[in-house]
């Protein structure tokens, strides 16, 4: 139990998952509105065990239960280029602040609202102590147990897809792919060290994985709630 404490405050922040660091204050969402604006989310996030296929097979992360002001960001990112994948792009495009408030106010209602089904939580091996060396540096944001953000635009991470937080892990690392990758300047910094012209990966991919295997460990808040695609 000692060493899950010692781990919880940094591991993330060395992953660099805190979402975007620039996000505004955003406008108040309508929960209603959201569920009927839903239709083109639930595709994907509302049903569970499904499984992305670009730029690599991987469950789509769970977003019921989520903060609304972490949605907001992300789609936000995705809106701006800064997250490339261009299915998430093509749909956050088509998105007004509004929509995406009232969508936001939805999936954080229905984590809070619906029965749903969390992803199986499972004993994952410890984060190796070379790792915890290098995590000594980190600075936690997403709180404790990694479901209590210290702040709404930092997502619940807890108990999420290990493949999904991989994959997200890894587009931190990629650089000129017009299809893939995150260019968030913070999180960037925590898995990658630059200097004069050259690229040093602070953690490769399989420590990576490692990181986000113990984060789907633990136990979350997050689900996904089965939905009609014909609402």
Sequence with gaps: MKKAQFLLPLVLALAG?????????????????????????IGCHGIAGYQASFPEIYKVPMIAGQGAKYIVSALTAYQKGDRKHPTMRGIAASLSEQDMADLAAYYEA??????????????????PEALKDRMAVCVSCHG???SAPIDGAFPRLAGQHPDYLYAALKAY???????????????????V????GKKKLTFNTAELKQVA????SLPGDLKVVPQSRFR
């Design 213 to 216: 295997a113990y984060l789907g």
């Design 193 to 196: 060290q630059e200097a004069d």
């Design 17 to 41: 998952l805190c979402g975007p660091s620039q996000a505004q204050d955003t406008k108040a969402g309508d929960a209603a509105k959201g569920g009927d604006k839903a239709a083109m989310c």
């Design 144 to 146: 404790a147990n990694f």
């Design 110 to 127: 229905l984590g809070k609202s619906a029965a749903g089904n969390p992803a199986p939580v499972a004993l994952a091996k410890p984060v």
């Design 173 to 191: 690392h990629t650089d000129g792919n017009p299809l893939v990758g995150r260019g968030n300047v913070t999180m960037r910094s925590q898995v």
